[in-house]
């Protein structure tokens, strides 16, 4: 089994930063792509960014794009995410979530992956 347990989260006034944590246990954390996802009130969870295993490849979504960086330390089993220049849209829970061992291509698709954490609140004030 898998425990993914995210930190970082917190609120931050438009155009601020903050980095996420998630750290992982239970498995060889190098052996899966990770990635990060987030839900806001009333809306459908939505992919943000993706990493492969080796950290070599990422790709993310659309509206983050030039403003995030996804990176992992298999060293340490963390992955984390730097957000850069919030905005307000971006106030939403943020999960990270791991895919099972020898999947290494990462996904924007949240069925794609085996594990969750329980999220940590991001709150961007305009």
């Known amino acids: 089994q898998v425990q993914l347990v995210e930190s970082g989260g917190g609120l931050v006034q438009a155009g601020g930063s903050l980095r996420l944590s998630c750290a992982a246990s239970?498995?060889?954390?190098?052996?899966?792509?990770m990635g990060w996802f987030r839900q806001a009130p009333g809306k459908e969870r939505e992919f943000v960014a993706a990493?492969?295993?080796?950290?070599?490849?990422?790709f993310y979504a659309d509206s983050v794009k030039g403003r995030f960086t996804i990176s992992r330390d298999n060293a340490k089993n963390t992955v984390y995410l730097q957000m850069n220049n919030l905005k307000p849209d971006d106030t939403a829970v943020y999960l990270c979530?791991?895919?099972?061992?020898?999947?290494?291509?990462?996904?924007?698709?949240?069925?794609?992956?085996?594990?969750w954490g329980q999220g940590t609140q991001v709150t961007v004030s305009s």
């Open positions: 979530a791991a895919r099972r061992p020898y999947y290494c291509a990462g996904s924007s698709r949240d069925y794609d992956y085996d594990y």
């Open positions: 239970g498995r060889t954390f190098s052996n899966g792509a």
């Open positions: 990493i492969a295993c080796g950290g070599g490849r990422t």
